[in-house]
């Protein structure tokens, strides 16, 4: 009996420990956005950008490259300039077709892109062989597609538009104004492309894969007719 009784009074006194004894309560962490500031008061400092970001330099000087909206042209030199607090390092390239220098900078020249390899110019070559393919939509709307083709600078977009507007001849009558006009920009185009790979064989190379007659005999034109 008497340990009977101990037993209850340790138990007693251990639930009047427990009793007495505050409860901790853990209460869970707030999550902060690490996009949001802590306070108001603190400000961003703006530093000024003192040197142009520059990517890695691809080209050289002499190089050929081509530039989207022009076509073909050499790399003349390679300049520096200070425009405010920043500089600029450049490529300066001549357009020979349009008599054309253009100044860009190393940071733009994602818009440039070198010369097609002769891999390249073949199978440009062999999409003029193929057979034009002429959607059934309003001329206007073609055209703007021409242009975008034309001034996307890849080849194989310009060989494309090429051989749709391909008429196989010079003959003024066999196309409108509009027409002709964009077939000679991306021939030329192209043409500008093929001859520094191909040099002098680009244009019979071109010409016989869209069968081409070009400044056909006016006399033998008329026997046709």
Known sequence: ???????????????????????????????????????NEEKVEIKKIKKQPTEKKNYNVKDYVVYPKHGVGKIISIDKAKIGDIDITFYKVFIEKEKLTLSIPLNQQSN??????????????????????????????????????????????????????NKKTDVIAEQSYSERQLFEKAYERLKSELEVVLQDKAQKKMDKALDREINPNPIEMEKKV
């Not at 008497?2 to 340790?10: G, Q, R, T, Y």
């Not at 709307?141 to 977009?157: F, M, P, T």
């Open 112 to 165: 440039l892109r070198p010369v097609s390899s002769i891999n390249q110019v073949n199978k440009a070559i062999s999409i003029l062989k193929t057979k034009p393919k002429i959607k059934r939509t309003m001329w206007s709307r073609r055209a703007q597609e021409y242009e975008q083709k034309i001034n996307s600078g890849k080849i194989y977009e310009l060989a494309e538009v090429v051989k749709d507007l």
């Open 1 to 39: 009996m008497k340990k009977k009784k101990k037993i209850k009074k340790k138990l007693k006194t251990k639930k009047a420990k427990n009793l007495s004894k505050p409860k901790v309560i853990i209460k869970p962490k707030k999550r902060i956005n690490q996009n949001t500031f802590k306070t």
